[in-house]
């Protein structure tokens, strides 16, 4: 019987005996983050304090926070999972107003309107097993761009981990509307935050779920 290095030694050892880190765990896990954060789709935000039709807080919203929850949600996803993020951006950029603004997401979603994307093919998609899909949730559904670029790709097949903001909707329509859009999915519903959720609670939550349903 051939002897083990050390070094192979030590690593076997770590493996059965599950001292492995939760973040080193995740290394290779063939997942994408796909993010939907509105203010990135907006004109300069720098004047405005909440961005109330994405449910979130804008840098000193009034929670005083730093971080929108959205962005917080993705942040914690990254750095517990390792994967990569693929931003949703529109072409056309919605108006800082927020009537206006509102006024156009509902076009959009009464009409199902298709939307323009600056890339709208997801690069590398079939490689990854995992999708984390983080989103506001508009009238208690998905927003339109989100609804178009899931409807433009190929999600058979994977798992689409679905993490929300809201304003007092819970998840609404979502699950639905993704298995609408994309046949062959699996949809796990993951967690809801109310807009204006403290940053450290969300990343917490955010944690803690991953690392109990990681797989």
Same mark, same amino acid.
């Given at each position: 019987?051939?002897?083990?290095?050390?070094?192979?030694?030590?690593?076997?050892?770590?493996?059965?005996?599950?001292?492995?880190?939760?973040?080193?765990?995740?290394?290779?896990?063939?997942?994408?983050?796909?993010?939907?954060?509105?203010?990135?789709?907006?004109?300069?935000?720098?004047?405005?304090?909440?961005?109330?039709?994405?449910?979130?807080?804008?840098?000193?919203?009034?929670?005083?926070?730093?971080?929108?929850?959205?962005?917080?949600?993705?942040?914690?996803?990254?750095?517990?999972? &390792?994967? *990569?993020?693929?931003? /949703?951006?529109?072409? @056309?950029? +919605?108006?800082?107003? %927020?009537?206006? =603004?509102?006024?156009?997401?509902?076009?959009?979603?009464?009409?199902?309107?298709?939307? &323009?994307? *600056?890339?709208?093919? /997801?690069?590398?998609? @079939?490689? +990854?097993?995992?999708? %984390?899909?983080? =989103?506001?949730?508009?009238?208690?559904?998905?927003?339109?761009?989100?609804?178009?670029?899931?409807?433009?790709?190929?999600?058979?097949?994977?798992?689409?981990?679905?993490?929300?903001?809201?304003?007092?909707?819970?998840?609404?329509?979502?699950?639905?509307?993704?298995?609408?859009?994309?046949?062959?999915?699996?949809?796990?519903?993951?967690?809801?935050?109310?807009?204006?959720?403290?940053?450290?609670?969300?990343?917490?939550?955010?944690?803690?779920?991953?690392?109990?349903?990681?797989?």
């Amino acid at each position: 019987m051939r002897k083990l290095s050390t070094g192979l030694l030590v690593l076997l050892i770590i493996m059965t005996t599950g001292i492995l880190s939760p973040v080193s765990a995740a290394a290779a896990e063939k997942s994408l983050i796909i993010s939907y954060d509105h203010r990135k789709n907006m004109g300069n935000t720098k004047k405005l304090s909440i961005d109330a039709l994405s449910s979130a807080t804008v840098y000193s919203g009034p929670t005083g926070e730093k971080k929108s929850t959205e962005q917080v949600i993705r942040d914690t996803i990254k750095s517990e999972t &390792k994967s *990569k993020v693929f931003e /949703i951006r529109v072409k @056309k950029a +919605y108006s800082t107003d %927020y009537e206006k =603004t509102v006024q156009r997401a509902d076009e959009e979603i009464d009409r199902n309107k298709n939307i &323009k994307f *600056k890339t709208g093919k /997801i690069p590398g998609l @079939k490689k +990854y097993k995992k999708i %984390y899909l983080v =989103t506001p949730i508009w009238h208690g559904d998905l927003p339109q761009p989100v609804r178009v670029l899931l409807r433009n790709n190929d999600f058979s097949g994977k798992t689409i981990v679905l993490f929300g903001v809201n304003l007092g909707s819970g998840f609404g329509s979502m699950v639905r509307s993704i298995r609408e859009e994309c046949p062959g999915a699996a949809v796990v519903k993951a967690r809801a935050f109310y807009g204006d959720a403290k940053n450290n609670a969300v990343k917490k939550k955010v944690r803690n779920w991953i690392r109990k349903n990681r797989k």
